[in-house]
């Protein structure tokens, strides 16, 4: 819908030549080639407009004025040899939408509809006034509803991608509960939406609203429309509760889902053990892994390099190093993610120099190491008081460019000036600057109050 | 993975951030030295280390101290050495809170 076909793109040419002190005619059009060369002897463009000529070149309405739009299009209409189709009408009605206002692009529509006998409007024309009457900022829904009933005054039912389009359009512009109103009346009138735009309105409604309001979205599909919840749905709402901590809720789902006859795959359970993780709860973690052993659910990727973060977070890190090895023996090679979630495991343990070698064996195994690897085993080395390594580290990063994190530079320039070394903390303030790793405010901030604290003990004699 | 909260140490305070990034009318001396008549104190600091780094006048002896030449003793109270550690709080001296 947002190429303009090529027949459309003729039709600039010819208005090109009809308003001289627009534009003049730039590229070669198609198939109105001998009578756009015949007109242009008549009045030759302006030379003063051929610089800035190419970019608007695509959308042929100038202004959104009505009244232009209109006589261009009857100016067109009337010197077009070929029949206009649908498709034409289409993309000037998308040509127009995309700098008018919605009034002004019904008006047009009601304007084409009368001057064209031969238009009948199919559900694509009014899909387009749609979607541009919901990107609209008003707050109430008065242009979508306008444009529904023109719809359903000529004869055009909205069916499921009408109802799919609204509510895309609507997220897209941030008015989700309008979305969701729209939906349950286009529900009650029309059409129930399939599961992908249900789906996609409950993601966006989990997003950004409330719980409850969300239940009780799914509760009125449900109970009102016989729209049920499928496996993606609870997945979704499923994630949601996890990140809002709410565990309890997440297994009441999952009893939910199991009763609704589905079975949980391996994305579901890979979910919820994402919630454990970030708990540190290491063992309904690994629970969560036995049980999909139990289903016969094939644990992935994601499913190791989750239980091996969540077990590193905890401090198991010997059970991590374990299941990493169950990893590759399933035939998965650990990458960055799993290698750093163990590194910061052993730091966390005070086992930095043993990270630091991982490091190497990594390295060793192909595995390039990324930029979370790099904070992670620096933020160790500088807790770990380790500075000729946490420096080297540092010179390491800089040659390659990664960028710092803020806790990262935070404890490596506190302790570059703790040990008095406050040249090379200004050093790194200026590579964190530089690679625009951080503000400037948030790096300067952090130097600052570093220098106020060893200005205050060398006053109080603490530091030499 | 990393704590969190240090992220939100100073840009989450916006009078703080503020006192950083907002910009000030400047006091005659320092107007001479930057060349312009406002700018905020993150910039300030900004202008006065790279002018340091330019000029190479960091001690080669003993990198933390600067040793200053005639435009920036100016600015620094005077001063003929000047250890990095204070440069923040001299340049913060130019930038007196504002009274209510």
């Known amino acids: 819908m947002g190429k303009i076909p090529s027949s459309f793109r003729s039709m600039t040419s010819t208005q090109l030549v009809k308003k001289p002190t627009t534009f003049p005619p730039a590229p070669p059009p198609r198939d109105f080639r001998n009578r756009v060369s015949g007109r242009e002897s008549v009045k030759t463009p302006q030379n003063t407009d051929q610089g800035s000529s190419r970019e608007p070149l695509r959308n042929p309405f100038k202004t959104p004025d009505l009244s232009d739009a209109k006589s261009l299009f009857n100016s067109i209409a009337s010197t077009s040899k070929i029949p206009l189709d649908l498709k034409f009408h289409n993309s000037v009605l998308q040509s127009y939408a995309s700098i008018a206002a919605v009034d002004d692009t019904v008006n047009l529509f009601t304007h084409i509809l009368k001057s064209q006998r031969n238009f009948s409007p199919e559900p694509s024309t009014f899909h387009i006034l749609l979607s541009h009457a919901c990107k609209a900022p008003d707050s109430p829904l008065s242009n979508v509803h306008r444009v529904l009933n023109l719809m359903v005054n000529n004869g055009v039912e909205p069916n499921q991608v009408t109802t799919d389009i609204a509510v895309r359009s609507l997220c897209e512009s941030g008015r989700i509960i309008d979305a969701m109103d729209l939906t349950k009346e286009l529900s009650e009138k029309h059409s129930p939406p399939d599961t992908y735009t249900y789906n996609f309105l409950l993601k966006h409604l989990c997003k950004c609203e409330s719980l409850s309001l969300v239940y009780e979205f799914v509760d009125v599909m449900k109970k009102s429309f016989k729209v049920e919840p499928d496996l993606i749905s609870y997945t979704i709402l499923i994630d949601t509760v996890c990140n809002s901590k709410n565990l309890r809720e997440a297994m009441r789902l999952v009893s939910l889902l199991g009763n609704a006859g589905f079975k949980p795959d391996c994305f579901l359970y890979n979910t919820i053990m994402k919630g454990y993780c970030t708990l540190s709860k290491g063992s309904e973690a690994i629970g969560v892994y036995k049980k999909m052993k139990e289903e016969g659910v094939e644990p992935d990727r994601v499913t190791y390099n989750t239980l091996i973060f969540g077990l590193s977070k905890c401090g198991r890190v010997e059970e991590a190093r374990k299941y990493m090895e169950t990893m590759v023996e399933s035939g998965y090679e650990p990458d960055a993610v799993a290698y750093t979630s163990l590194m910061n495991g052993m730091c966390r343990k005070g086992e930095t120099l043993g990270a630091l070698s991982l490091l190497g064996e990594m390295e060793a195994k192909g595995c390039a190491p990324n930029a979370c690897t790099y904070n992670t085993l620096l933020y160790g080395l500088c807790k770990a008081r380790l500075m000729d390594k946490g420096i080297e580290l540092y010179g390491l990063m800089r040659s390659n460019g990664v960028k710092l994190e803020s806790s990262a530079y935070a404890t490596l320039v506190r302790t570059l000036v703790r040990s008095g070394k406050v040249a090379e903390a200004y050093e790194v303030f200026d590579y964190a600057v530089e690679s625009k790793s951080l503000t400037d405010a948030c790096a300067y901030s952090t130097l600052e109050i570093s220098l106020k604290w060893l200005k205050k003990a060398k006053e109080q004699g603490l530091v030499v | ?100």
């Open chain 2, 1 to 100: 993975m990393l704590p969190q909260r240090l992220k939100k140490a100073i840009t989450d305070n916006p009078k703080k951030l503020g006192n950083l990034i907002d910009l000030v009318n400047l006091p005659s001396t320092l107007r001479e030295f930057l060349g312009q008549s406002q700018i905020s104190r993150l910039g300030c600091f900004m202008r006065v280390w790279s002018y340091i780094k330019t000029n190479n006048l960091q001690d080669p002896k003993n990198m933390n101290v600067v040793n200053c030449d005639d435009k920036l003793k100016r600015i620094l109270l005077g001063k003929q050495r000047v250890d990095l550690v204070e440069l923040p709080s001299l340049i913060k001296l130019h930038f007196p809170k504002e009274p209510k």
